[in-house]
């Protein structure tokens, strides 16, 4: 089981990006998918998440200048706009999903991504 992350790169502040994760694999089912960053000397932290049955959860930081959707049971893009310098970390998506054969949840992490914007 395993997660791909595309997207990211260098953006202007101002400007914008966008991420998309697809996990492949086989699992029983998928719960909530989304995003974390973490930026230099900075503890990894929440951007955004959407569960399974569509709601989703931002970090006050970038509440109206991202949004997360869910583009199926599998994939989720982020549209990350009106971008800040402070946005720039390496990005992460992470899905909980059940493994087959378990009704344990447990969490599946992406490789990391890097966004830089600058000013």
């Known amino acids: 089981v395993q997660l791909q992350a595309s997207g990211g790169g260098l953006a202007q502040a101002g400007g914008s990006l966008n991420l998309s994760c697809r996990l492949s694999g086989i699992v029983k089912d998928v719960a909530d998918m989304g995003w974390f960053r973490q930026a230099p000397e900075k503890e990894r932290e929440l951007v955004a998440v959407?569960?399974?049955?569509?709601?989703t959860n931002y970090a006050d930081s970038v509440k109206g200048r991202f949004t997360i959707s869910r583009d199926n049971a599998r994939a989720i893009t982020l549209r990350m706009n009106s971008l800040k310098v402070e946005d720039s970390a390496v990005y992460y998506c992470r899905a909980r999903v059940r493994p087959m054969g378990s009704n344990t949840g447990t969490f599946v992490w992406g490789q990391g991504t890097l966004v830089t914007v600058s000013s």
């Open positions: 959407v569960a399974d049955y569509g709601s």
